[in-house]
């Protein structure tokens, strides 16, 4: 038997109640099976949804695994769930966490998803809020992007203005195709983007407007699909609803 606390990802119907939940705890992530949670009148009904948090008590049963007997919400975000488009950010967060691989940075996960949801509670900027949660993630799933030098011909200069997600950096004015999609940077953008990714140095983070921010976070999408050879369906209902996410 354990108890602690974690955050549901994801439930899948199993038999005719059941419900096989992932949850990301502090040190990994586990499906656990629910008995009858798929039953409205179930006591543990609440722990099939995206993104509770919750104290938890799982014990190993004989057969299928990890077992909730019981658990005590801490925080389902309810102010989150009555609106559509925080629900589009939940569907997002716990889509792209349930799809990625991540090896052993379970706490650090674990504590941004935290920080993140209280920060869409008291009602933050959306889409800065859902970017730097996505920076944060590349950053831990060792996507990088080359700042410095062009990736194509490796040119250093101090003034790039041409950021290519495809080829993962920045590229030189030589190297602009008018085929391919890129995102333009200013100097202050560039500066900020260098701190975050070079020195882990978020500082200048908030700075950076939201229209570049929401052209970042889909450029960044892209890259962790190629990647992980994903797709993140959630990704389109933000862009659906951007106009307002702000
Ligand atoms: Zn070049």
Do not use: W
């Not at 993630?137 to 990736?151: A, E, P």
């Not at 495809?166 to 008018?178: D, I, L, R, S, W």
């Amino acid at each position: 038997m354990e108890i602690k606390n974690g955050i549901v990802l994801g439930s899948s119907q199993y038999k005719d109640f059941d419900a096989i939940t992932t949850i990301l705890f502090e040190d990994r992530i586990s499906s656990v099976l629910i008995k009858n949670a798929f039953n409205p009148n179930c006591i543990n009904h609440i722990f099939i949804n995206k993104l509770i948090f919750a104290n938890l008590e799982i014990y190993q049963g004989k057969t299928n695994g990890l077992k909730l007997k019981t658990g005590k919400i801490i925080n389902s975000f309810s102010s989150l769930r009555s609106d559509f488009d925080d629900l589009s950010i939940l569907n997002f967060i716990s889509e792209l966490l349930l799809k990625c691989v991540f090896i052993d940075e379970y706490k650090e996960v674990y504590n941004l998803t935290l920080s993140i949801l209280n920060g869409l509670s008291n009602h933050k900027d959306r889409i800065k809020s859902i970017s730097y949660f996505l920076i944060k993630i590349t950053k831990i799933l060792g996507i990088n992007l080359n700042l410095n030098t062009c990736v194509i011909c490796g040119l250093k200069n101090n003034k790039f203005n041409l950021l290519s997600f495809k080829e993962g950096g920045v590229v030189c004015n030589n190297h602009y195709n008018q085929n391919e999609n890129f995102l333009l940077l200013d100097s202050q953008e560039l500066t900020a983007l260098r701190k975050i990714y070079d020195l882990d140095d978020f500082t200048s983070f908030k700075e950076l407007d939201t229209a570049f921010l929401f052209q970042y976070f889909l450029g960044l999408c892209e890259m962790i699909e190629n990647n992980f050879s994903i797709t993140l369906n959630s990704k389109n209902l933000i862009k659906y609803t951007h106009s307002r996410l702000t």
